[in-house]
């Protein structure tokens, strides 16, 4: 039943994508395409790529800092791991790679999974409120057209509405931890399953400690921001290897359309839901269609490459094998359907 429900969201994505892809090729010509690609400036990925990785480093910061309350984990140490989990996602469907992150920072380090992945849905609540942020600083230079504008109006209740719940959540532990405990107990018999799905609940719950403290928060929000904002700047250096200029602030909006886009299921490397925006964006504010779709591909591969690249690398220096990623998955869905052996 788990193989089929798995084939299943596999195909589903695929779909998914496969109409992005149809929608990003829809009217171009692939011929013109390729006269922009290979009239690329390619060297400019070169400080496109290295100032990605002033993102990643940055990232891992951050999520050592989130940590902290769990345990103290080593920079050094967690920069393979972060690699390994966007390795992970753009290899893996339904972004997979933040389960694996997990699973192998409880492997090398004993954090438990579940205090991690609170740490990682924290992660991913500000990145998408700077997502948001990224837009309405950015319209009055840069309006979202439509219908990517109805996009950000769903989103904005997304990321607020479960970013406010986690706050109160973490704010209140003794009530939450009442709570939940009341209703897993009314829901689920008692044994082996009821104290599994309260050990990771309160795990969990420890792991929101990050939202417990407005310097946690602030200092948290300020990393994603700098994340983002260093991230745009890859968009910036790579769009100078192409024949077009727009604002930074329109690739501030480029950058936030086309990643809120992705936490759209798809396949593996966010292909379509990361290209269609991103062209249709550039697009809207005056870049042709052909040249925005050179970009587009380019700045897709430049952010997909490099960091899973360097993620097989981490993975084979660790020891990890691929094994170990079905593991992480399998684990994931214990966690999820609350299912004791």
Avoid: C
């Avoid at 290897?241 to 727009?246: E, I, P, S």
């Amino acid at each position: 039943m788990r193989s089929w429900r798995r084939w299943l969201l596999l195909i589903l994505g695929l779909i998914i994508s496969a109409f992005f892809l149809y929608l990003a090729l829809d009217g171009l010509s692939l011929d013109a395409v390729w006269v922009d690609l290979k009239g690329a400036n390619y060297w400019w990925i070169v400080p496109g790529v290295a100032v990605y990785f002033v993102a990643v480093w940055a990232r891992t910061w951050r999520w050592h800092y989130l940590l902290r309350p769990i345990k103290s984990v080593k920079l050094s140490r967690l920069f393979p791991v972060v690699v390994i989990g966007y390795m992970g996602n753009n290899v893996y469907p339904f972004r997979a790679g933040e389960v694996i992150r997990a699973y192998v920072l409880e492997r090398n380090d004993d954090v438990k999974i579940s205090a991690s992945l609170a740490t990682i849905v924290v992660e991913r609540l500000f990145d998408g409120l700077v997502m948001l942020i990224f837009v309405f600083v950015a319209l009055p230079f840069a309006p979202v057209p439509p219908p990517y504008d109805r996009i950000v109006i769903w989103m904005t209740v997304l990321f607020f509405g479960a970013l406010i719940v986690f706050i109160l959540l973490a704010l209140k532990p003794e009530f939450t931890r009442r709570l939940y405990t009341r209703i897993f107990e009314a829901i689920l018999p008692d044994g082996k399953a009821q104290e599994f799905t309260l050990t990771q609940a309160d795990r969990f719950l420890d792991g929101l400690a990050s939202l417990r403290g407005p310097r946690e928060l602030l200092m948290t929000l300020v990393s994603s921001t700098l994340i983002w904002l260093t991230e745009t700047t890859k968009y910036w250096f790579v769009m100078h290897a192409f024949d077009f200029k727009v604002s930074f602030f329109v690739l501030m909006l480029m950058t936030a359309v086309v990643n809120l886009a992705t936490t759209i299921p798809s396949s593996p490397g966010y292909v379509g839901t990361f290209d269609e925006p991103g062209i249709e964006i550039l697009k809207a504010f005056g870049v042709g269609e052909n040249i925005a779709a050179a970009y587009t591909l380019v700045l897709h591969a430049a952010l997909w490459f490099p960091i899973t690249l360097l993620g097989f690398y981490y993975m084979t220096q660790q020891g990890i094998k691929w094994r170990d990623f079905s593991r992480a998955t399998d684990a994931a869905k214990m966690l999820k359907s609350v299912e004791s052996e």
